[in-house]
Each structure stands twice: as C-alpha cells, then as structure tokens.
C-alpha cells in the first residue's frame, strides 16, 4: 500500500521518537523530507540527519534527535497543509507561530525555508508544517 502523505509520517516518527527518547530514528528518504530535516538542523530542532543506503537500494535517512535537560528540543511538530487541503500564504498574511518562538517550514520557488527566511526574501509559498 503506497503512503498518501509521506511528510506527515516523517514528522509522526519524529514526534513519537522524542516521546520515547529515542536517539536516532529512521525513515525512508525523499527531497521533500531531506530538505525539510535540513531547516529543521539550521534551527536547531534536531542535531543531524544522514541518508544512508538501506536495503534492496533504498536510501533511509537517519535522523539524531535533540534533547535539552532531558527533555525533547521539539515541544509541537504539526502538519499544515495535508493532501486533501493545501494551505498557501502570502508575505504579508504569514502569521507568526507562537509569537515568533516557533517557526513554519514553508516550500517556495526558492525551495523549502523557515518562515523568517521567506520574509527576509520577500516570497511566500505552501505551509507544510509548524514546530515549536
């Protein structure tokens, strides 16, 4: 059975690997998933990822979670736009998540960048996802 929304799993293994503490979690990789972990390491939500060639000439990539004080860095990871409901925002309407504490990973025609880049860069684009 083929996955209708493979971003939405990636920040599922996410979340449920910060609930158990896990140290690395693993998950098959795409460019869509590969650049949104690239914001997340530019932020500082996760310490590292890798793509590691897995079996059968799958690439997986492998994701070193965050913790602070024994707490999981990430405290909110939230899918935005889902398969069946795409939300899309200008510059001037993107809200603030959290105040301006959290960011919204955004994909625009300058590729995938958190909220503050693509107001620095005047574009806006499809919110895939939120984390606190």
């Known amino acids: 059975m083929s996955m209708s929304d493979p971003l939405g799993d990636m920040l599922s293994r996410i979340r449920n ?3 158990a503490q896990k140290s690395v979690i693993e998950c098959p990789h795409s460019k869509l998933r590969e650049n949104v ?9 996760i310490r590292s990822y890798t793509k590691v060639a897995g079996e059968s000439n ?4 492998s ?4 913790y602070a004080e024994g707490r999981g860095v990430i405290r909110k990871i939230d899918r935005v736009s889902k398969p069946g409901r ?5 510059v001037k309407e993107m809200p603030r ?14 590729g995938v960048i ?5 107001r620095a860069a005047n574009v806006g684009g499809e919110v895939l996802c939120q984390v606190f």
């Open 17 to 19: 690997g910060q609930m």
């Open 37 to 45: 972990c690239a914001v997340l390491k530019d932020e500082g939500f």
């Open 58 to 61: 799958k690439n997986v990539l």
């Open 63 to 66: 994701i070193e979670l965050k």
């Open 86 to 90: 795409r939300v899309y925002t200008n």
């Open 97 to 110: 998540f959290y105040n301006g504490l959290g960011i919204m990973i955004l994909s625009t025609p300058q």
């Open 114 to 118: 958190a909220d503050s880049k693509a």
